[in-house]
């Protein structure tokens, strides 16, 4: 498929995990890329099999996705150098392991800043830069509907990025511009394997129930492409089932 040919995606967290495999499945679509990430240096060596995969140009905007003034810089420089923004995939993501009675502001603010204000941040701007037809796809987690202990503030931020979804999805209809979310499950990133509470036996998992990165990316290139033109506001679990079981 080349769903993307022609148009511009935004990517934050885009050097690992479901943030390069979606930065990929639209590079293999056609897509120019904009991987937005607080590691440049872990990101400038992955251009070159986004433009392996079909990217016809791809570019790192390094981005603190909670400070305005970087994702501000990120939509604008978007601008500059390809004159346009198609696709915005709000994936960047920070989990801390902190029971709550330990927590404190800054540990609360640190994790909302990244998994909800930066997606607001972007939403914000994509909605000034964006043209009709444009899209947003949020990345949350099926921690925003069953959680588990110690992970508190990532919950609440999931939880409120469906909101958010639902909130930008109202706004952005008059605007030509669709927000969807998806919530992934159980997904075979470093993110998962370092979860303590997997590695304390307090969690377990069924090995059916962990997904690919790429599991993901194909779910959030059919929501931001026109064939899901009719597709807004949408809450998309890709999580293998497991929020379905009894």
């Given at each position: 498929?080349?769903r ?28 120019r ?22 990217a016809p ?34 994936n ?46 949020n ?14 503030p ?7 990025m ?47 129930d ?23 506001g ?13």
């Amino acid at each position: 498929m080349n769903r993307y040919v022609d148009r511009v995606a935004i990517v934050s967290g885009a050097s690992g995990g479901i943030g390069f495999a979606t930065a990929l499945r639209l590079a293999g679509e056609g897509a120019r890329i904009v991987m937005a990430d607080h590691s440049p240096e872990k990101a400038e060596p992955l251009l070159g099999q986004l433009k392996a995969a079909g990217a016809p140009d791809a570019w790192v905007s390094a981005c603190d996705v909670a400070v305005e003034d970087q994702v501000a810089a990120t939509v604008a420089g978007t601008l500059k150098r390809f004159g346009r923004l198609d696709l915005v995939v709000n994936n960047a993501g920070l989990m801390t392991f902190i029971p709550l009675e330990e927590l404190t502001g800054e540990d609360w603010s640190r994790v909302l800043g990244v998994d909800l204000i930066g997606a607001a941040f972007f939403i914000k701007h994509a909605f000034k830069a964006m043209k009709p037809g444009g899209a947003v796809v949020n990345v949350s987690s099926v921690h925003a509907v069953e959680t588990t202990a110690l992970v508190a503030p990532y919950a609440a931020a999931k939880a409120a990025m469906l909101s958010l979804t639902r909130s930008a999805a109202i706004e952005g209809k008059p605007k030509g511009i669709r927000v969807n979310a998806v919530l992934p499950g159980a997904v075979d990133t470093p993110m998962l394997w370092e979860n303590p509470n997997l590695k304390s036996g307090a969690e377990t998992l069924d090995p059916a129930d962990v997904g690919k990165p790429k599991d993901l990316a194909a779910a959030i290139a059919f929501l931001g492409a026109e064939e899901a033109a009719f597709v807004t506001g949408a809450c998309l679990a890709v999580d293998g089932g497991r929020l379905a079981k009894l």
